[in-house]
């Protein structure tokens, strides 16, 4: 029987639906020790090496592929042939080829793919006048990424050996379309609090010297949508044309897909 002592918790998650579900799995293990490595604002390049600790890499998808600056980041990672449980979280319209392109990743990295989900969280363009899978991960994906970690587990200690875990996904992955350059804007209720600067991924953001506005940079920004989502006077707004149509589109709750 494998035994091992220790997860770890490795996301990418700019408004917390992948950090979330990364969690409940890691609740659902329940190894004695849990360790997260949060790289949503982490640029270093230092490597991180993983031994011996059951490890569950969460990102977001963009584009039907996994969001290229969680990639980036994750290359950091040394998996040294510990087992990895693959997540993508997706706003509810579709994964693509997110989940395989993240296996393969992790094989390139050193990780044993153990199992994989593709699990849905509310969709960062996503506002309360237009809603995309609103409020998700609610508390009934929560509980079923609890279960996936319990499963996840078991498959670990009772498995002689782990073959090529299969996933939904094609091969080559679907073409990159990073689109137009746009960021969210500030309108006439921001009072320069600065928390959006903290939150983003990118360092996009900033305080004009004069301290009277912000200032945002397009060519680095992301459209994550964490400045968004963290005003605390819905201050920041991200007019993206793609919202009206996922929200008409896309409203068919859709749950959690599991690989093992
Ligand atoms: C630039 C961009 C592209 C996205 N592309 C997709 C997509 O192809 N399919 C989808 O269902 N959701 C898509 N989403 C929504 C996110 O996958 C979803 O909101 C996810 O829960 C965000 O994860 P986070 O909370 O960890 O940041 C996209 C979001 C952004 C910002
Ligand atoms: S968080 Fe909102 S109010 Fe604060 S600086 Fe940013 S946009 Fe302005
Ligand atoms: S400025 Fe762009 S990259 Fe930075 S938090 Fe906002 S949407 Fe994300």
């Known amino acids: 029987m494998n035994t091992l002592t220790t997860t770890r918790i490795v996301f990418f998650s700019p408004t917390h639906t992948s950090e979330k579900i990364a969690r409940a799995v890691g609740e659902g293990i329940g190894m004695p020790r ?37 990639l980036k980041r994750m290359k950091r990672l040394r998996g040294n ?3 990895a449980i693959l997540i993508v979280v997706y706003g509810n319209r579709d994964y693509e080829d997110a989940l395989i392109e993240l296996r393969d990743m992790a094989v390139a990295l050193g990780f044993i793919p153990l199992a994989g989900g593709a699990f849905v969280g509310e969709h960062s363009f996503s506002t309360p006048e237009l809603p995309i899978a609103e409020g998700r991960p609610d508390e009934t994906d929560l509980r079923e990424a609890r279960r996936f970690g319990k499963e996840c587990l078991e498959k670990w200690e009772q498995s002689a050996d782990i ?16 689109g137009q350059p746009a960021c969210p804007a500030c309108n006439e209720k921001c009072f320069v609090c600065g928390e959006c600067v903290d939150v983003c991924p990118t360092h996009a953001i900033r305080i004009s010297d004069d ?20 005003c605390p006077n819905s201050a920041r707004i991200f007019s993206s044309p793609f919202a009206a149509i996922l929200h008409e589109k896309f409203n068919a709750r859709r749950e959690p897909e599991l690989f093992f």
């Open 34 to 70: 849990r360790i997260e490595t949060d790289l949503t604002l982490d640029e270093d390049s230092s490597p991180i090496e993983i031994k011996d600790e059951l490890t569950i890499l969460a990102a977001p998808v963009y584009g039907g592929r996994v969001a290229p600056t969680a």
């Open 81 to 83: 042939h510990s087992p």
């Open 163 to 178: 073959t090529t875990l299969s996933v939904k996904g094609n091969i080559p992955y679907k073409a990159l379309t990073p």
């Open 211 to 230: 301290g009277e506005r912000i200032e945002t940079d397009v060519n680095r920004c992301i459209k994550c949508c964490a400045c968004v989502k963290v």
